[in-house]
């Protein structure tokens, strides 16, 4: 009776536990099928074999060099073969030792817990989740409203459930893919903190390195992370990252990774952080990293791409090489003429009307255009005595110097006047022969001056558009050697008064007779305006759209001495078609564009065609060729050593008042051209001794031509211009002269046939 009674006891406990199995086993199935929809959604199988993480998308050099990245989570992925084995083996020590035994559950892991926390209420002994399942909560967000049911919502329950999805996706994980890859797939979509989205992140932010190449502290440090990175950050919370690390090192020493003299050695060492954030302000390029932005996000939308995710390839056809160079010009120079403007202007504000008086109310009138005024303004309401009150309170804020960041107090109308006082600046290299631009600074500090003043700043070009108009001229049949005598040339012109006398940058006409490339040489203002008058404004409306400038042009006599705002992408655009035989090739940046495997999703090709005769093109650069070669040309004072074996054409200019600096220069395989002033046409100098071009804006090229030149990885030589084989336009002055004075002599001797004939 008693061995009847245990018998039914055992056979009704096995029945329970085979209940229990089975309702388990049809828990875990209705999960599977998100039975009645009560459970969520589970990803299928496909979506299993190819998760999606956020990528950045990576801008690219032309010499394969990383330019920067766009992204709305950090993330760059890497394969377990690019993984050092000390991140392996601390990921693998700390988070989940029995990874390579079991399939995605680790039950003996769980066992542990159950006895631990639960019946002896041990709060160390952690979750039991193996890697595979920290990835699918990580992957597909299962704890999440993306995958909830209807049951998700009841008390603990939902937390059952969401386990139980977390089990399911570990083994279809496990299923799908190798131990190496599930490794490599964690530490890719892990967020460690500071913004570092993945393992490759990660190491270059805290330790400015690879992760094949992670120490043993670093990867301790990072896996560390892994188990809450606000809690354990090495930079907020260093104290509380010590000790994790300490604890991943102790775990690395318990299971034979490290043994007892590396533990003692390392975990009382400090943590040693090389700790930078990546962001757009930082780095090469940064305002064409900006520019570049609006055409990706463009191209993006228009063939179904998120930049910010789809880890695209953008290859650009900027040289990194070529860009520290022009950086390194811009920042070289700018630093010297900032500090020759402030002691310029030194105790006086440099705003000043045309008369040279300082302009009234010209700081709080640029207030009125700031963040910090519109916000004080909804704040009072539109009173702008309390509104001037806040403004003029100082509170702690970085301001830029050429120095570096400095610390300090001022108010907003105090910033303002600092930053107003700065000189700015753009710069501009490309290859003339394929339009491929080389080199792009926007500015002097992208981080506090982000305007861009290559391609999204236009202002008036002075003298180095006069190049445009001597083309019309030429196209049009006239030589460089043609005559003409520095003396006034008055247009009629609607207004009051009635005609308009362009004068000479000094005041005066010498009377002298001269060639057109004399005249441009020297940039005489009656030399263009000759020019103008013959061949007429529309005329050089037109052949200026040829060369590819696109901002708005007013067809009026002025603009030979170029009033009319352009921007330097445009103006190295027109002179590179001297360069290329005549033919215009828009300037271009983005080569191609790939997918985030290296397929190739589009090949750009730049837009050309042809704006000149070659003849024509090749006589400009001979025009061009005299402001280094004739007494009087603005280039002269160009280094002798870039002059020599190497032939060069430039162009100086200067606007009135001096607000505006330019520099255009072309050699054989490069157009490049500098620009040099104020935020506002009102801030500049007050003498052409310093404002010229010549002063202002030529140094920079020169500097970065001299660095190029200097590196012979580059494929940029001193050497002379491509001629055209047939060439009829006359370029030796000399011979011209004869053979104008030979059609002279021979018209006469017509003319006195006729005449006699007559008689």
Not at 201 to 217: E, G, H, M, V, Y
Request: proline share 4%; hydrophobic share 35%.
């Amino acid at each position: 009776m008693k061995k009847s009674k245990i018998f039914k006891a055992v056979v009704a406990m096995w029945a329970v536990f085979i209940l229990a199995i089975i309702s388990f086993a049809l828990f875990i199935y209705s999960i599977s099928i998100n039975l009645n929809g009560w459970y969520g959604e589970l990803p299928g199988l496909k979506s299993l074999e190819n998760p999606k993480s956020d990528l950045s998308s990576i801008l690219y050099f032309a010499d394969n060099k990383e330019m920067g990245k766009y992204y709305r989570f950090n993330r760059s992925q890497i394969t377990f073969d690019e993984l050092s084995p000390n991140v392996v083996n601390a990921l693998i020590a700390t988070e989940d030792i029995r990874f390579t035994e079991h399939s995605g559950i680790d039950l003996r892991g769980l066992g542990r817990v159950f006895f631990k926390s639960i019946l002896m209420f041990d709060k160390s002994a952690g979750g039991g989740s193996t890697i595979s399942q920290q990835l699918a909560k990580i992957l597909f967000r299962t704890r999440s409203d993306l995958s909830n049911g209807s049951l998700n919502d009841v008390p603990i329950l939902g937390l059952v459930i969401a386990k139980m999805k977390e089990w399911i996706v570990a083994v279809e994980l496990e299923r799908s893919y190798t131990k190496k890859e599930i490794i490599a797939m964690y530490l890719n979509t892990f967020e460690f903190g500071s913004n570092a989205f993945g393992i490759k992140t990660a190491s270059k932010t805290f330790f400015n390195t690879t992760p094949d190449q992670l120490t043993i502290p670093e990867a301790a440090v990072l896996v560390g992370l892994c188990k809450n990175p606000n809690l354990y950050s090495p930079v907020y919370q260093p104290e509380n990252a010590f000790q994790r690390r300490n604890t991943v090192l102790n775990q690395m020493r318990k299971y034979g990774y490290i043994d007892d003299v590396a533990y003692d050695s390392i975990s009382s060492n400090p943590i040693e952080l090389d700790y930078d954030v990546e962001n757009h302000n930082d780095g090469l390029a940064t305002y064409f990293r900006g520019v570049i932005l609006w055409d990706l996000l463009a191209w993006s939308k228009a063939n179904g791409y998120d930049l910010y995710e789809d880890g695209l390839r953008i290859y650009t056809t900027i040289d990194s090489r070529m860009q520290k160079y022009a950086e390194e010009a811009v920042e070289e120079h700018m630093k010297f003429q900032q500090e020759l403007f402030d002691e310029h202007w030194e105790g006086k504000a440099p705003w000043r009307d045309e008369s040279g008086r300082e302009i009234k109310d010209f700081v709080k009138n640029e207030a009125k255009k700031t963040q910090a005024y519109k916000y004080w303004k909804d704040e009072f309401g539109g009173d702008e005595k309390k509104i001037f009150k806040k403004l003029n309170e100082p509170r702690p804020m970085k301001v830029f110097s050429w120095d570096g960041e400095i610390d300090t107090v001022l108010s907003t109308m105090d910033s303002i006047r600092y930053f107003k006082q700065f000189l700015h600046a753009g710069f501009m290299a490309m290859n003339p022969n394929n339009g491929h631009i080389k080199a792009w600074v926007g500015g002097i500090n992208y981080k506090y001056f982000k305007y861009d003043h290559v391609k999204q700043g236009r202002r008036q070009p002075g003298s180095t558009f006069k190049p445009l108009v001597y083309a019309a001229a030429i196209d049009n049949g006239y030589s460089p050697c043609y005559q003409i005598e520095d003396v006034p040339v008055t247009f009629e012109v609607p207004g009051d008064p009635p005609t308009w006398t362009p004068s000479n940058s000094n005041g005066k006409f010498s009377g002298d007779t001269m060639t057109l490339r004399q005249a441009m040489a020297r940039s005489l203002n009656s030399g263009t305006a000759y020019v103008m008058k013959k061949i007429g404004p529309q005329t050089v409306v037109n052949y200026a759209k040829r060369l590819g400038i696109e901002s708005p042009l007013a067809a009026v006599p002025s603009l030979c001495l170029g009033t009319s705002d352009v921007s330097i992408y445009e103006l190295i655009g027109a002179y590179s078609t001297f360069v290329n035989e005549g033919f215009y090739t828009k300037p271009f940046y983005i080569e191609r564009i790939e997918d985030k495997n290296g397929k190739v999703l589009k090949q750009f090709v730049p837009k050309t065609g042809e704006a000149l005769s070659s003849e024509t093109a090749y006589a400009m650069l001979h025009m061009l060729k005299g402001s280094t070669e004739i007494e009087g040309g603005t280039a002269l004072g160009l280094d002798k050593e870039l002059r020599e074996e190497n032939e060069i054409g430039a162009k100086t200019g200067t606007t009135q008042n001096y607000s505006d600096g330019w520099f255009v220069g072309v050699t054989k395989d490069l157009a490049a051209g500098a620009w040099v002033g104020g935020d506002d046409r009102s801030i500049h100098f007050r003498n052409i001794g310093l404002g010229q071009g010549a002063r202002m804006a030529m140094p920079i090229w020169e500097k970065f031509m001299t660095k190029v030149y200097a590196d012979e990885e580059l494929a940029v030589s001193k050497g002379e211009f491509k001629k055209p084989s047939n060439l009829s336009i006359e370029l030796d002055c000399e011979q011209y002269m004869m053979q104008q004075n030979n059609v002279t002599d021979s018209t006469e001797q017509i003319q006195k046939l006729d005449v006699d004939g007559i008689q």
